[in-house]
């Protein structure tokens, strides 16, 4: 995947973890804005959800785990309850989204950039169609594996 769109990279990525990177804004209030490295990733192992790691310049980073079909209905339309919500930025545009992130005590307010985070989940698609999230599991050993036995 390549896009000559700035703050957007794509790293060699195995099969099995496709990953996008994009540079995103979070909102501070309406004149202030921050860019945040967004680092997301899909696991073959786990196609429910998408991992999106935030990385802050010099600061801390912040994992959570996104329902892929969240994401993917967010892209055009409002997606999502409680903690995590994402929405179309404006419904003519399709340039952005908005991605609400909230835990017990906070929350925080990002724009992302359509294009690429659309045809990263295109892909994602394309390796685990969707209603083929769970065919592939062993539900005997994940069975056992959630009784803690042998």
């Known amino acids: 995947m390549s896009s000559n769109q700035p703050g957007v990279q794509a790293r060699p990525a ?3 973890r496709p990953e996008l990177i994009l540079d ?3 909102v501070l209030d309406v004149a202030a804005r921050q ?10 192992e786990s196609p429910l959800a998408v991992s999106l790691e935030l990385v802050v310049k010099d600061g801390p980073r912040v994992l959570w785990r996104i329902g892929r079909d969240l994401l993917h209905q967010g892209l055009c339309s409002a997606s999502g309850l409680g ?3 994402m929405w179309p930025a404006s419904p003519e545009d399709g340039g952005t989204v908005w ?5 017990r005590d906070m929350a925080a307010l990002f724009e992302l950039p359509v294009p690429p985070l659309e045809k990263w989940l295109a892909y994602t698609y394309e390796l685990v169609p969707a209603g083929r999230e769970l065919a592939e599991i062993d539900w005997d050993a994940a069975t056992t594996d959630l009784l803690g036995g042998s």
Do not use: H, N, V, W
């Not at 860019?35 to 073959?44: G, P, S, V």
């Open 14 to 16: 195995s099969y099995a």
């Open 24 to 26: 995103i804004d979070r």
């Open 35 to 44: 860019t945040i490295r967004a680092e997301f990733r899909f696991d073959l």
């Open 83 to 85: 903690d995590i919500q």
């Open 99 to 103: 991605l609400r992130l909230a835990s």
